[in-house]
């Protein structure tokens, strides 16, 4: 099946049935307003047309990222190792550093508890304990 070749343009206000009432572009008195400078995009962006403070900013911005990433990662070497086939997010981390310092405390806290039961013992059972002994 051939298609006709079909010539695609913008139909005209009288094709269309519309009554033109402004008068067409050419007859209509120049447009003198503000100057607008629009910035052209470049597809090569140029590193060196850049003002020398935002290249400082930036390059301060990154070394700031860097160590917090670093920061993280020397975190997540101190973690217990979790079996995940991905590295950790930071929100994650975060995450696994709490749990495991409250992990941490409560060993402490069987730990005082233990102490402080034999401390707690009472002098009977101190005496009778030396007294066996004997």
């Known amino acids: 099946m051939e298609y006709p070749d079909f010539a695609f343009s913008m139909p005209t206000c ?32 140029d ?5 020398a403070f935002i290249r400082k900013r930036n390059e301060r911005e990154r070394i700031r990222v860097r160590h917090v990433n670093e920061g993280y990662a020397r975190l997540r070497e101190h973690l217990p190792d979790e079996p995940t ?6 929100v994650e981390t975060l995450r696994a550093a709490i749990r495991y310092i409250k992990h941490l405390e409560s060993l402490l806290d069987v730990g005082k508890d233990s102490k402080q ?9 101190r005496q009778e304990s030396t007294e066996d002994e004997r």
């Open 117 to 125: 039961d034999k401390n707690t013992e009472g002098p009977e059972k």
């Open 47 to 51: 590193y060196n047309l850049e003002p």
């Open 14 to 45: 009288y094709q269309l049935g519309i009554p033109s009432e402004n008068p067409p572009l050419s007859q209509l008195p120049p447009y003198y307003g503000p100057p607008m400078t629009m910035p052209i995009p470049h597809p090569l962006y």
């Open 85 to 90: 086939d991905k590295r950790m997010s930071k």
